[in-house]
């Protein structure tokens, strides 16, 4: 960690972070299987000279800024895994995804709108140049698309936190209060209506179809009322997945239609191919009628002859089938009425967002994405196990939402020494008055006092008892009740000098009792701090348009975009910060004003943080 951070130039800005890119690039020394020979771009590292105007605006964009300060050449190492030494030309690791940070920072709508800018003689040039590519080679949106596959979400994160570690070692960022939150953004395939879809639904198999479109067409030409020459008529069958509910009755299934027409004079192949197939040749020839099938989910039909007699199997995809099998519907306030609920088919991208009172800056330091209706509570583990296995960091606080009530999470925060403030979730719980006297406890845990029903006040935690001691502080005798003053003169409990008093511990209600009791106002004033992570997740749709509607059909490519969109946040908000330091300090050596050394100063931490800060100036 730095003891302090006064950046007054871009030149003190390189040399701050140098230190950081060699012990990065030093822990990544794989090397790239294919030869420079074969490489259809080259990156390199270059140490610029970068102006920033009094305005905020870098001549070149964020893009010089941050290729002149940080190289970027470990990821090469780290896509090494990913590629072979087999293979025709490549395109160097670090050019695609320079190129692909760069359209996320320029905030360009897609990636086809990007690649004519690269191809732009003016417009791309310094963008070819700072990723090290050609005119005559700028890669295509399949190239991108290609690449990020290849790289998967694993490679991303190892990207994302080497960068991450730069910014740690340059004393920007630590890990000890961390707020936890995920945001849901939707798959570019449509929902069709069944939640209770699974692969096997792409390949249902039915038996025996043939006789039973057989014995319907019969049934049709038996009577003349029932003949209706063009009426579609479907053939369904109930659903057969495992995952539908057994208390719910299952709809049925369409798997193809079928028409009874008038035959032309000459029938076509196809046509009499579905007469002798069907076995209905003679009769409906007769009648000068064809069979024939406007529509059909089927894809493959499977014939077998077993001791003379034709067995038949259709396979067909469940209509109501998406083409992203690993999206799920998720639920989340309307953002327009959040008094309403709506529903996304897509994923959730929940991330942890570090705090730093320090410097007042907001980073993501880890992101996982799941489905949609996957148990976002769980995610807080992995998330924290994340951290430890690049960073090895210890966290002091966890601020979460009620999604995140879940018992493992308490024990997890309190065996590695975190205190983790979450907002309680009642569930089914009774929480009218009368229930709550009944329990002998209110919402937040604190006790009611057994004599007159009135509640306890936190006063204070003993940390080696893991409890939390309450009093009622005689607050019958501050009330202007008369029937509180009457118990007043009746209370078993009036001697004491704080009245009524109990201990409740962790191990009675591990979920309920908090270190930091809820309802107080400390942990009002901590537990507001979690709002850093409704604005990363709010900068990711808002600011970067990255997860407001990507172009994802898969789990796969979902996760590698939100940890692309995290990088992007990451850099930006770096980059923001020296350039605001830099126009202060210059401001502040061009009047004098105190007014500026006061902003550049690191802020007085409250008292309410301290315990939490480990590294406060």
């Given at each position: 960690m730095s003891d302090n951070i006064r950046f007054t130039t871009v030149r003190h800005l390189i040399k701050k972070l140098l230190k950081s890119n060699k012990l990065i690039n030093s822990r990544n020394v794989k090397p790239f299987p294919k030869e420079e020979a074969r490489w259809l771009s080259h990156y390199k590292f270059r140490k610029e000279n970068v102006s920033i105007n009094d305005d905020g605006s870098v001549p070149g964009g964020i893009a010089q800024?941050?290729?002149s300060t940080i190289d970027f050449s470990f990821i090469r190492s780290i896509a090494a895994v990913a590629y072979s030494i087999f293979g025709g030309p490549c395109y160097d690791p670090v050019s695609l995804f320079l190129l692909d940070l760069f359209r996320c920072l320029e905030k360009s709508p897609s990636v086809k709108d990007f690649c004519r800018v690269l191809h732009d003689p003016f417009r791309g040039q310094i963008f070819r140049r700072l990723a090290g590519i050609s005119l005559d080679c700028v890669p295509c949106e399949a190239t991108f698309s290609n690449f990020r596959n290849r790289l998967g979400e694993s490679l991303y994160q190892e990207i994302f936190h080497a960068l991450l570690s730069i910014a740690e070692e340059t004393g920007l960022v630590?890990?000890?209060?961390?707020?936890?939150?995920?945001t849901l953004f939707p798959s570019a395939a449509r929902y069709h209506?069944?939640?209770?879809?699974?692969?096997?639904?792409?390949s249902i198999s039915v038996d025996n179809i043939i006789q039973k479109i057989r014995d319907r067409v019969l049934y049709r030409i038996e009577d003349p009322s029932r003949l209706i020459p063009g009426k579609e008529s479907w053939v369904s069958i109930e659903c057969p997945c495992p995952n539908f509910p057994e208390d719910v009755k299952r709809p049925k299934i369409k798997m193809l239609s079928f028409t009874l027409e008038h035959a032309s004079n000459e029938l076509s192949a196809v046509d009499t191919n579905n007469l002798r197939f069907f076995r209905v040749e003679e009769q409906l020839t007769k009648l000068g009628i064809v069979l024939r099938f406007p529509q059909s989910n089927v894809h493959a039909i499977s014939l077998s002859s077993l001791l003379g007699e034709t067995s038949n199997t259709f396979r067909f995809r469940c209509p109501k089938l998406p083409h992203d099998r690993t999206a799920r519907i998720g639920v989340r306030r309307k953002p327009s009425?959040?008094?309403?609920?709506?529903?996304?088919f897509g994923y959730n991208a929940v991330i942890c967002t570090s705090i730093g009172p320090q410097w007042g800056l907001e980073l993501p330091v880890a992101c996982i994405t799941i489905a949609g209706n996957a148990e976002e509570g769980k995610q807080v583990i992995p998330l924290h196990q994340q951290i430890l296995k690049f960073h090895g960091a210890k966290t002091l606080l966890h601020l979460l939402d009620a999604k995140y009530d879940e018992l493992p999470n308490y024990e997890y925060a309190r065996k590695n020494g975190a205190v983790a403030l979450i907002s309680y979730n009642t569930r089914n719980e009774n929480i009218t008055h009368d229930a709550l006297i009944e329990r002998g406890y209110d919402r937040n845990g604190w006790p009611y006092v057994p004599y007159c029903h009135l509640p306890t006040r936190p006063n204070g935690f003993d940390s080696a008892a893991q409890r939390v001691s309450f009093s009622c502080f005689k607050q019958c005798v501050k009330s202007n009740l008369p029937a509180h003053l009457e118990l007043y003169r009746n209370c078993p409990h009036r001697s004491r000098l704080s009245g009524y008093s109990t201990h409740v511990s962790i191990a009675q209600h591990p979920r309920l009792i908090l270190e930091i009791p809820r309802g107080t106002e400390r942990f009002r004033q901590l537990f507001a701090l979690r709002s850093a992570a409704e604005r990363t997740n709010s900068s990711l749709k808002e600011d970067f348009p990255i997860l407001r509607k990507p172009p994802v059909r898969s789990l796969r490519r979902a996760a590698v975009v939100a940890q692309l969109g995290v990088i992007t946040l990451l850099v930006d908000r770096i980059a923001g910060f020296f350039i605001d330091r830099i126009i202060k300090?210059?401001?502040?050596?061009?009047?004098?004003?105190e007014k500026w050394a006061d902003q550049l100063s690191p802020p007085d931490i409250p008292a309410f943080l301290r315990p939490f800060v480990k590294f406060a100036c």
């Open positions: 800024l941050i290729c630590s890990f000890n209060m961390l707020a936890t939150d995920g209506g069944c939640h209770c879809f699974q692969d096997s639904c792409a009425n959040p008094d309403k609920i709506e529903k996304i300090e210059r401001k502040f050596k061009a009047s004098g004003d």
